[in-house]
């Protein structure tokens, strides 16, 4: 009788371990055949009743069908644990034909493009790009470069003063005098940077903005080395066609000093609206370094000589890409930024 229940709960077993297809399931019928009150221990709990000399047979039997119910419930849990891990798999399939998600790269604003291309013709030339404070000493912002204590250039309502010593730089060509202090020479260099002025906000002014100061000192240096390199400059910037024509002006830091323009590049020189008519656009200032500027940061003027020049950097920023309002390029409106 104990021999035919044991082989019905092994047949019942294995038909019910057959037919499971999850984990969970699978130990339900572990602690249905297993546990505390399970098939097979209630079988066990009968072992009284078995008559002393059938106890050894019954109870190898009750071994042996535990044996085999431990061994098929372990071979269908590792069976079943790698089907769920296949179909996990099989789920977590990237789909590759589905639509990435849009990354937003941003983009140069038009004035580093216009300083990027300004340095790569310059770089070309085989000019260094320097840079230097924007907290600069008046020292180096004025007077190092001629411009005595006096100077309108001076006056607080033109310059952010922090202290009567310090000031926030009115130009980059403090870099300039910097660069010859140091006195490797010779200097062939740009120093590109942001310069503040109180001036109010309107279309062509702004209290904080960008120049390009370049400078080159070095033995039997002339004007016409001037007037060579800011041709080349131009051409370069403006297109091979580009001419310059060089008017006399003032400048304290350069002596003799000029002003360069630049043909219009809308109309080749002819006269358009771009250029209000004038087939000229004024572009930059320039000049021979001052004898007094070289002696004062301790160059000879008898055996150096050399030429400066300073551009806007938005002033080429708005004629290249013909922005008429020059706040444009502060605001920040990304609308308006992704045009170039
Ligand atoms: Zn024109």
Redesign the pocket.
């Given at each position: 009788m104990m021999k035919e229940r044991l082989k019905k709960i092994m047949e019942n077993a294995r038909t019910q371990i057959d037919e499971t297809d999850s984990l969970e399931r699978l130990n339900e019928i572990k602690v249905g055949l297993l546990g505390k009150k399970g098939e097979l221990t209630e079988v066990l709990k009968g072992m009284k009743d078995v008559a002393p000399e059938e106890r050894p047979q019954v109870g190898q039997i009750v071994n042996e069908t535990r044996q085999a119910i431990e061994e098929m419930l372990e071979n269908a849990r590792t069976d079943l644990a790698k089907k769920k891990r296949e179909l996990q798999m099989k789920a977590e399939v990237i789909d590759v034909t589905l639509p990435a998600r849009k990354n937003n790269v941003g983009h140069r604003h038009p004035n580093t493009i216009a300083l990027e291309e300004v340095e790569k013709i310059f770089v070309g030339m085989g000019y260094e790009v320097v840079e230097g404070p924007e907290v600069e000493y008046d020292y180096y912002n004025f007077e190092a470069l001629n411009i005595p204590a006096n100077h309108p250039a001076k006056d607080e309502q033109d310059t952010f003063y922090i202290n009567d010593k310090i000031l926030l730089r009115t130009q980059t060509s403090p870099v300039q005098v910097r660069q010859m202090e140091r006195g490797h020479l010779p200097i062939r260099m740009i120093a590109p940077g942001r310069v503040f002025r109180a001036d109010e906000v309107d279309a062509t002014h702004s209290p904080s903005f960008h120049q390009i100061e370049g400078m080159v000192i070095d033995k039997n240096i002339t004007f016409a080395d001037l007037k060579g390199t800011l041709q080349e400059f131009a051409r370069e910037l403006f297109g091979e066609d580009t001419k310059v024509k060089f008017r006399p002006h003032h400048f304290p830091f350069t002596e003799p000093s000029a002003e360069m323009d630049v043909t219009?590049f809308?109309?080749g020189g002819k006269?358009?609206r771009?250029?209000k008519g004038e087939?000229w656009i004024e572009i930059l200032g320039c000049g021979m370094v001052h004898p007094k500027v070289l002696k004062m940061s301790g160059i000879d003027p008898e055996e150096y000589s050399g030429f400066a020049f300073g551009v806007g950097l938005e002033r080429i920023a708005l004629l290249k890409y013909e922005i008429d309002d020059m706040r444009l390029l502060y605001e920040n409106d990304a609308r308006f930024l992704k045009q170039f």
């Open positions: 219009c809308k109309c006269g358009c771009f250029c087939g």
